[in-house]
């Protein structure tokens, strides 16, 4: 294993759990990983190949993530390929029944639409796993649910005695339970590393989102882009993307745009000129989510409170991967938090509803929250922190002590004289003294 790991990847130890993981694979045991982003998971289904001389099959469910991986691994001497349908190789396919990869990525589309005689030449030939990737994408507790995955549990009658390796960067303690129940996994090997990144600071602001705060960040993602440092920045629609894209542009920042109605060309150009630092700074939606190797992010930023905790967690997740010091801001405004059915709208059923509610109210929480950042993020994931961080807006800030008994009692009479039917905005800006029309019209 050392020897592998060495020869092909240039490192000379191993990082915590993966020595262990790849023992458990070579040894024939079903594994369920759950790693941060940046602590290797991907070593982990890489080496046994080198190690076997067999083919290891990994499920992701990216193509542009595909089409990276293997240009690496290429780079380093190991055998790769993936199977997908803009493989301009038209003998892939044979080759891999043929077991001339060390590692074979393919689409879950992909793996469930191939016959069974692939399957059986393949393990004829030799396979040592099947790693599924992503594999939270399994569950409808998930915040990247997808129903393509739920069917690859079929592959498990045609690779007999492959152990199967399930690996994702956020999976809470119910994911975890769906995602082994649905991969039909035999006594998994189970590791869940620490969630918690100490060298990333955590903080929120809100925001208007007027002309003149997007001005602001303009002015802020600039002095990181003109030190060199890379800048993703999330927006939760498509508008909004094109507006903050639009504004770089115009101040002259360098910077790249991706969003799911853009072409698959032009997202994988994008996604590109991204990762070569050919762009300092991406806007993006999630659909900018997984497969972004690239260790040296400095600031994520998110536009707008994200639609689940989990997502919130991975996409903040993809700056400082290489242990440097880097930064998460998130800004909000209340209106956000009207968007629960927005994101409800393309649920399956009343499970897969509930899943996306959870989460989205656990994410809003997160906005408003005065005590450590850190220790609430762990404690969804079922961690604990035994002290405040020390590396976020909350345990950072100066706070001072005021008594704000006399404004609340107003407040809450307030909203209580109105039967509680207009929201807080208004209540508010009566007691501002506005003489807005909704306020005049309705004798406040």
């Given at each position: 294993m050392e020897a592998a790991l060495k020869g092909y990847f240039g490192y000379s130890s191993f990082r915590p759990y993966q020595r262990e993981i790849?023992?458990?694979?070579?040894?024939?045991?079903?594994?369920?990983?759950?790693?941060?982003?940046?602590?290797?998971?991907?070593?982990?289904?890489?080496?046994?190949?080198?190690?076997?001389?067999?083919?290891?099959?990994?499920?992701?469910?990216?193509?542009?993530?595909?089409?990276?991986?293997v240009m690496s691994l290429k780079q380093k001497g190991v055998k790769s390929e993936y199977l997908g349908s803009t493989q301009t190789n038209s003998s892939a396919s044979s080759e891999a029944e043929k077991g001339m990869f060390d590692v074979l990525y393919m689409t879950p589309e992909k793996a469930i639409s191939l016959p069974s005689r692939f399957w059986n030449n393949l393990q004829a030939a030799g396979i040592c796993l099947l790693a599924v990737d992503e594999a939270h994408c399994i569950s409808e507790w998930g915040h990247?649910?997808?129903?393509?995955?739920?069917?690859?549990?079929?592959?498990?009658?045609?690779?007999?005695?492959?152990?199967?390796?399930?690996?994702?960067?956020?999976?809470?303690?119910?994911?975890?339970?769906?995602?082994?129940?649905?991969?039909?996994?035999?006594?998994?090997?189970?590791?869940?590393?620490?969630?918690?990144?100490?060298?990333?600071?955590?903080?929120?602001?809100?925001?208007?989102?007027?002309?003149?705060?997007?001005?602001?960040?303009?002015?802020?993602?600039?002095?990181?882009?003109?030190?060199?440092?890379s800048t993703i920045l999330y927006c939760t629609t498509i508008r909004e993307t094109e507006q903050i894209h639009e504004a770089f542009v115009t101040a002259g920042i360098k910077s790249g745009m991706y969003h799911g109605k853009m072409g698959s060309r032009a997202r994988e150009e994008s996604h590109r000129s991204f990762i070569r630092d050919e762009v300092c700074v991406m806007v993006a939606t999630i659909a900018f989510g997984m497969g972004i190797d690239k260790p040296d992010i400095r600031c994520v930023i998110h536009y707008g409170c994200p639609k689940s905790l989990e997502s919130y967690y991975q996409e903040s997740g993809r700056c400082g991967?290489?242990?440097?010091?880097?930064?998460?801001?998130?800004?909000?405004?209340?209106?956000?938090?009207?968007?629960?059915?927005?994101?409800?709208?393309?649920?399956?059923?009343?499970?897969?509803?509930?899943?996306?509610?959870?989460?989205?109210?656990?994410?809003?929480?997160?906005?408003?929250?005065?005590?450590?950042?850190?220790?609430?993020l762990l404690?969804?994931?079922?961690?604990?922190?035994?002290?405040?961080?020390?590396?976020?807006?909350?345990?950072?800030?100066?706070?001072?002590?005021?008594?704000?008994?006399?404004?609340?009692?107003?407040?809450?009479?307030?909203?209580?004289?109105?039967?509680?039917?207009?929201?807080?905005?208004?209540?508010?800006?009566?007691?501002?003294?506005?003489?807005?029309?909704?306020?005049?019209?309705?004798?406040?």
């Open positions: 790849i023992q458990k694979v070579l040894d024939g045991r079903d594994c369920l990983v759950v790693m941060a982003t940046g602590s290797g998971k991907s070593i982990c289904y890489q080496i046994p190949p080198l190690v076997t001389k067999k083919t290891a099959v990994v499920v992701s469910p990216l193509l542009s993530l595909m089409q990276d991986q990247d649910f997808r129903m393509e995955y739920k069917e690859l549990h079929l592959l498990r009658d045609l690779l007999v005695g492959v152990p199967f390796v399930a690996l994702t960067a956020t999976a809470t303690e119910r994911v975890r339970r769906d995602i082994s129940t649905s991969l039909v996994l035999c006594n998994p090997h189970v590791v869940v590393g620490s969630f918690d990144r100490h060298n990333l600071f955590y903080g929120v602001k809100s925001c208007n989102r007027s002309i003149s705060f997007i001005n602001e960040l303009v002015k802020d993602v600039s002095k990181r882009s003109a030190v060199g440092e991967r290489d242990g440097l010091s880097s930064v998460c801001w998130l800004y909000y405004q209340r209106s956000d938090f009207t968007k629960a059915d927005f994101y409800c709208a393309d649920a399956k059923n009343g499970t897969q509803r509930r899943a996306i509610m959870d989460s989205f109210m656990a994410a809003q929480k997160y906005c408003l929250l005065a005590t450590c950042r850190r220790r609430f404690q969804y994931f079922g961690e604990d922190l035994n002290s405040d961080c020390g590396n976020c807006d909350n345990c950072t800030a100066v706070k001072n002590v005021r008594d704000l008994s006399k404004e609340t009692f107003l407040l809450l009479s307030c909203i209580k004289s109105f039967g509680g039917r207009w929201g807080l905005n208004l209540p508010i800006d009566v007691l501002r003294g506005s003489r807005a029309k909704k306020i005049v019209d309705n004798n406040c």
